[in-house]
T-cell receptor, first 113, second 116 residues
Framework: DTGVSQDPRHKITKRGQNVTFRCDPISEHNRLYWYRQTLGQGPEFLTYFQNEAQLEKSRLLSDRFSAERPKGSFSTLEIQRTEQGDSAMYLC???????????FGPGTRLTVT | AQTVTQSQPEMSVQEAETVTLSCTYDTSESNYYLFWYKQPPSRQMILVIRQEAYKQQNATENRFSVNFQKAAKSFSLKISDSQLGDTAMYFCAFMIGQGGSEKLVFGKGTKLTVNP
């Protein structure tokens, strides 16, 4: 049984560029979450999906951020016109039906130069 | 809004000894869940232990146990017989129960170092 996977693991980009991250949840997990973690802080919630429906978005998710889960399986998180303040670890987690436990992936570390 | 406070930014313990990490939270909800997650250096977040608020009995997972004081809104983690592999950031987290938001609210973490 494979865990949550995220791609890429590291991304360095120049300010103003667009980036896209991918998350593959554990098989059969119907819920998927995105969090952002900056240095020295705990993760902060960004958004969550149940199947393909995006059910909640944080105020942290500005209009430059968009997330999708088109077929209820993998999800993508896109950041447009990146800013230096977007530099962080982006974590994905998934949860099976009828469970409140979230299982985290290894994260994508974004550095905006 | 729910908040989680971890008042110990860093702690250290000698191998084989016991250490307790503190966590307090603030909520007006009655149905919720509490978690401790471990994040080893450069590795992914791992669920250590969980506690349902409606359960009075404190959760235990091998060397890890919690002291859940609902009235005081306190949820501390005790690690017994500490091992070098326990060195990590430890995050306390809160989630509203069924029918509420699915998101985890995390504290800022406690960096635990186990010394040989």
């Amino acid at each position: 049984d494979t865990g949550v996977s995220q791609d890429p693991r590291h991304k360095i980009t120049k300010r103003g560029q667009n980036v896209t991250f991918r998350c593959d949840p554990i098989s059969e997990h119907n819920r998927l979450y995105w969090y952002r973690q900056t240095l020295g802080q705990g993760p902060e919630f960004l958004t969550y999906f149940q199947n393909e429906a995006q059910l909640e978005k944080s105020r942290l998710l500005s209009d430059r951020f968009s997330a999708e889960r088109p077929k209820g399986s993998f999800s993508t998180l896109e950041i447009q016109r990146t800013e230096q303040g977007d530099s962080a670890m982006y974590l994905c987690a998934s949860s099976p039906p009828d469970s409140y436990e979230q299982y985290f992936g290894p994260g994508t570390r974004l550095t905006v130069t | 809004a729910q908040t989680v406070t971890q008042s110990q930014p860093e702690m250290s313990v000698q191998e084989a000894e016991t250490v307790t990490l503190s966590c307090t939270y603030d909520t007006s909800e009655s149905n919720y869940y509490l978690f401790w997650y471990k994040q080893p250096p450069s590795r992914q977040m791992i669920l250590v232990i969980r506690q349902e608020a409606y359960k009075q009995q404190n959760a235990t997972e091998n060397r890890f146990s919690v002291n859940f004081q609902k009235a005081a809104k306190s949820f501390s983690l005790k690690i017994s017989d500490s091992q070098l592999g326990d060195t990590a950031m430890y995050f306390c987290a809160f989630m509203i129960g069924q029918g509420g938001s699915e998101k985890l609210v995390f504290g800022k973490g406690t960096k635990l170092t186990v010394n040989p």
